[in-house]
């Protein structure tokens, strides 16, 4: 049996593709798989997967030694579990940069391209085989990609991805504004989660000059329901920090509608951080910086002292 798995944290591309590759190889390929994920997903995963009526994956965090697996949407060991060295890596679907570290017994198939979603990749892999995958496949690919594309606001869109999602939406009837506006309500709904929990939804671990950092991003079209955390979420981000081996959480809200992001400065050390990163002048507990919506591309690559 292979074990379909993507980063911790998962999002909606973390939770969407490893079940859309487990179809592939159980009902193309013919090799039995399963889907699981390393920890809750956030509300709008939840949503996707109602609406596609999923069950969500088993929740596992160690994978038996020698155990085959597939590794989807990320390629950083720290992003998965820690023991995944030690299983049979068949393959790596990606798009984000190449870290280094996955060791491998044979040579296998990578996949790492410069498109805004993992989803759309296996949309290209599966080819001529999607006519044969249910609506719910499509349904999740689509889901995906309009969440990491922002509905095609994010930077990382590429016209490829915005192609593939308009192709499926049309192939299941689905309004493409109808639809997302459904799925960032899901994902704006934040009540349920503690503010270690927002902290934790969707993040990446980055070394900065010898700090480790977990860089959060909470995307929103209700920014204000965060904000009005922001006091509790400053307050959770050390022990978050400590609990995680981590010396600062660098939490950006981002809101989706006006294509801004505010990044909570809880410190000295944050304020140098935004100032240098994002040529800003910080007054205050958070600062607003326009444009900025995407981690991958605009957030990360930027960090600096």
Not at 242 to 261: K, P, Q
Request: net charge negative.
């Amino acid at each position: 049996m292979i074990t379909v798995l993507a980063h911790k944290s998962p999002d909606t591309d973390a939770t969407g593709s490893p079940i859309i590759w487990a179809w592939y190889l159980n009902e193309v390929r013919k090799t039995p798989a399963r889907a699981i994920l390393q920890g809750k997903p956030n509300t709008e995963a939840g949503w996707m997967l109602t609406r596609w009526g999923r069950d969500m994956p088993e929740i596992v965090t160690e994978l038996a030694a020698g155990s085959q697996t597939v590794i989807c949407d990320t390629n950083n060991p720290a992003e998965l579990p820690e023991g995944i060295n030690e299983t049979e890596v068949l393959e790596i679907i990606d798009h984000h940069m190449l870290v280094g570290g996955i060791k491998t017994r044979t040579p296998i198939n990578i996949t790492i391209r410069p498109l805004a979603c993992t989803a759309t990749i296996m949309h290209d892999l599966i080819g001529d085989d999607l006519s044969k995958a249910p609506d719910w496949v499509k349904g999740v690919m689509l889901t995906c990609i309009l969440s990491d594309t922002l509905e095609f606001r994010s930077p990382t869109t590429t016209a490829h991805d915005k192609a593939v999602a308009e192709k499926l939406a049309a192939d299941l009837g689905v309004n493409v504004s109808d639809y997302a506006a459904e799925m960032f309500a899901a994902k704006s709904d934040v009540s349920a989660f503690s503010d270690e929990e927002l902290l934790r939804m969707d993040s990446k671990e980055f070394e900065l000059d010898g700090k480790k950092l977990r860089v959060s991003v909470l995307e929103t079209t209700a920014p204000k329901v965060l904000l009005d955390r922001k006091a509790a979420l400053m307050a959770a981000m050390p022990g978050v920090a400590s609990a995680d081996g981590a010396d600062e959480v660098l939490l950006f809200v981002v809101d989706i509608l006006n294509e801004e992001a505010t990044l909570l400065v809880p410190n000295d050390y944050v304020k140098q951080v935004a100032e240098a990163s994002f040529d800003a002048k910080v007054a205050g507990d958070s600062v607003v910086l326009p444009g900025i919506m995407s981690r991958k591309k605009q957030i990360i690559p930027s960090l600096k002292l």
